[in-house]
C-alpha cells in the first residue's frame, strides 16, 4: 500500500517470520531496514520485533576522560569468531583494566569473515557472529562487567556484493566521489530520506541493541554541502535520544581533516562529537619507534612532532604537510585533550600493512613497551588494539569472503597494486584465502609465556597507574611538557617524568623509581627503555 513521502506499507508479520520485497514486480530482494539476515546479504529478512533485543543499560558509567577503550575484532578475537566467543574473554578485559569495548563493524557483510567495512544490511547484526540475539548477549555480558560497548558504523559507502540500495531510490550521487566509488547521497534530491534511513541505523544500535555509543567511520568521506551536515544532524538526534534513554552515549570520529570542528560544540558552529581519531599520535610513535619516514610518515620525522603533538593535539596544525605538498589542517587550540582518542596500533594501521605485521613484529618488544607508556601517559583517551597488550605473535591482516570470483580477482588486485612499492609484493597474504583470516586469530594462550607475559604484565601497571594517578591522564592542554634531549624524550606530568631512552647507551635520570620497562642502575636508565619517575 502506498504512504505519503514515497513510503510503502507491507503486510503486518509475525515473529520470526522471513519475507522480501519486490519492486514493481522485481526479483526479490532483503529488507533494507532487516534486523536479521539468516542466510546473508542476498537473502531472506526476517522479522524480529526490536522490543525484544535491548539488553539493560549499562549501571556505571565511566567519562571518556577515565576511558581505556579496546578495539576488537569479533571474526578474529576468539577461535569461534563469534559474538559468544568473545564473551569467555571479557574478564580478561576487566582484569587488564579496560572500561570501553569498541566493535568493530557487526553489521551484515557478506559472506563469513571479513573487516565489516563493505556491509550493506546496516540495521543488522551479522548472522555468521551469531546475529541479533549473539549480539544482545555480548552487550548484557559486557555491561555485567561494567565494560561500555561501542560499535564501529559506516555511513560513507555499501559495500560491494549484495547492495541493492540504487533499486530502491536516489542512495547514491555521482556528484562527489569517495575511495569507494559514489558517495552515498547526502545533499542531492532525494537525500533527506537517505539521510533519515543512515541516522536511523546508527540509533537502532543505541536503542535497539543496548549499545554505549558509536565510532563513526571515515568522516572525511561524508560528502555533504547541505546548510545542515549529516555528522551535526546525526549528533542532535543522538542527543535527543540520550534524553529518551536517561542514559550518556558516546559518539567518536574518524576524522582526517585536522579540524577541531568535529568535536567543537555545535553552538560554536562545531558537530558536537565526544572526540575523534587522532592518527597524528600513532605516525609520530610509529615513525619514531619503527624508523619508518615514508609515505605520510614523512610529515613525523623526529621526535619534534611526537612533542608537538602532546602538547598542541595535532602536528598537522596549518603547517606545510610534505606527504600532500600543501598546508593542512588547523590548530586544536585550548580544548581539552580527552577530545582526542590515541592509540599506537589499529586495525587500519596493523591491517592495511602489506602482512598486517603489528608494532612489535616491526619495533621489537622494548620499543613496543616505549610505544605503551607514551600512550598510556599522554593527554589523550587510550585505545588499544585486540592483542596488543601481550604483544601477541598473529598478524591481522586484510581479508574478505565475498561470492564473486569477479569481485575477488579485484580485491587481490588491488591490493597487490596499493603495496606494489614494498618488499612484500610476493609476500601478500591473498585476502580472499581462508587461510588469511584463520593466521589472525588471537592466540589466547600464549598471554602467559615469555616476552608475551612481560608485555602484558607491563600493559596492567601502566593502565593502573593511570588510574591511580590522576596527573597522567590529565587532560588540560597545560598539563604536559616536552623535551628531546640527548637522543631521549623527557615528558612531565604533574609531579611525573616520563623518560623514553631510544639512544644505543645508558641515560642518566634521577627521582623516585615509579615504573620502568628495564631495571634502572647506576649508569642509569638502559638503551631501548623507558621509566616513570617521580620528581
Not at 223 to 231: A, I, N, T
Not at 488 to 506: H, M
Request: glycine share 10%; hydrophobic share 40%; proline share 6%.
Amino acid at each position: 500500500m502506498a504512504q505519503r513521502g514515497g513510503w510503502w506499507l507491507g503486510p503486518m508479520l509475525a515473529p520470526d517470520e522471513d519475507y522480501q520485497i519486490s519492486m514493481d514486480g522485481g526479483p526479490p530482494r532483503p529488507d533494507p531496514r532487516s534486523r536479521y539476515q539468516p542466510d546473508g546479504v542476498h537473502g531472506v529478512s526476517r522479522w524480529i520485533d526490536p522490543r525484544g533485543l535491548a539488553p539493560s543499560p549499562l549501571v556505571r558509567h565511566v567519562a571518556l576522560r577515565d576511558a581505556v577503550i579496546y578495539e576488537l575484532h569479533i571474526g578474529t578475537f576468539s577461535e569461534a569468531g563469534t559474538f559468544h566467543g568473545a564473551v569467555e574473554h571479557l574478564d580478561k578485559l576487566v582484569e587488564l583494566g579496560i572500561t570501553h569495548v569498541e566493535l568493530l563493524p557487526i553489521n551484515q557483510f557478506p559472506g563469513k569473515h571479513g573487516w565489516g567495512y563493505d556491509g550493506v544490511g546496516l540495521y543488522a547484526a551479522h548472522a555468521a557472529y551469531g546475529g541479533p540475539a549473539g549480539l544482545r548477549q555480548l552487550i548484557s555480558q559486557c555491561h555485567a562487567r561494567g565494560l561500555a560497548v561501542l560499535i564501529d558504523v559506516v555511513h560513507n559507502h555499501f559495500g560491494p556484493e549484495g547492495a541493492y540500495f540504487d533499486e530502491l531510490g536516489p542512495y547514491h550521487t555521482k556528484e562527489h566521489a569517495t575511495p569507494w566509488g559514489p558517495a552515498i547521497n547526502l545533499d542531492r534530491e532525494g537525500s533527506a530520506e537517505v539521510r533519515a534511513f543512515m541516522i536511523d541505523s546508527a540509533l537502532a544500535w543505541l536503542r535497539d541493541y543496548g549499545a554505549d555509543g558509536l565510532r563513526l567511520d571515515a568522516l572525511h568521506a561524508l560528502r555533504d554541502l547541505g546548510e545542515l551536515h549529516f555528522v551535526s544532524e546525526l549528533t542532535e538526534a543522538v542527543r535527543e535520544l540520550e534524553v529518551e534513554l536517561h542514559r550518556p552515549l558516546i559518539l567518536i570520529g574518524e576524522w582526517d581533516e585536522h579540524d577541531p570542528r568535529a568535536v567543537a560544540a555545535r553552538s560554536a558552529n562545531g558537530w558536537g562529537l565526544d572526540a575523534h581519531w587522532n592518527d597524528d599520535f600513532h605516525h609520530a610513535v610509529h615513525a619514531l619507534l619503527t624508523r619508518e619516514h615514508t609515505g605520510y610518515y614523512q610529515d613525523f620525522a623526529g621526535s619534534s612532532a611526537l612533542g608537538k603533538i602532546l602538547c598542541g593535539g595535532y602536528a598537522l596544525d596549518g603547517c606545510h604537510s610534505p606527504f600532500r605538498g600543501k598546508p593542512h589542517g588547523r590548530p586544536f587550540g585550548d580544548l581539552p585533550r580527552d577530545r582526542l582518542v590515541a592509540y599506537v596500533q589499529s586495525h587500519d594501521q596493523v591491517g592495511n600493512r602489506a602482512a598486517g605485521e603489528r608494532l612489535s613484529h616491526l619495533a621489537g618488544i622494548e620499543r613496543a613497551k616505549i610505544g605503551a607508556a607514551l600512550l598510556l601517559t599522554s593527554p589523550f583517551v587510550p585505545m588499544l588494539f585486540q592483542g596488543e597488550e601481550w604483544a601477541a605473535s598473529t598478524p591481522f591482516c586484510f581479508f574478505n569472503d565475498l561470492a564473486s570470483e569477479e569481485l575477488r580477482a579485484a580485491v587481490r588486485e588491488g591490493r597487490k597494486r596499493e603495496h606494489g612499492f614494498s618488499d612484500y609484493t610476493d609476500r601478500i597474504p591473498d585476502p580472499t584465502d581462508p587461510a588469511t583470516r584463520d593466521s589472525s586469530v588471537l592466540r589466547w594462550a600464549e598471554r602467559g609465556q615469555g616476552e608475551h607475559a612481560e608485555m602484558l604484565s607491563w600493559y596492567r601497571a601502566l593502565i593502573a597507574l593511570r588510574r591511580e594517578q590522576p596527573a597522567l591522564s590529565d587532560p588540560a592542554p597545560a598539563s604536559i611538557e616536552v623535551r628531546s634531549r640527548d637522543g631521549a624524550i623527557e615528558i612531565k606530568r604533574g609531579s611525573f617524568r616520563v623518560v623514553a631512552n631510544l639512544t644505543d647507551a645508558a641515560f642518566p635520570v634521577e627521582g623516585e623509581v615509579i615504573l620502568a620497562s628495564k631495571e634502572i642502575t647506576a649508569a642509569g636508565l638502559a638503551s631501548q627503555s623507558c621509566a616513570i619517575l617521580r620528581r
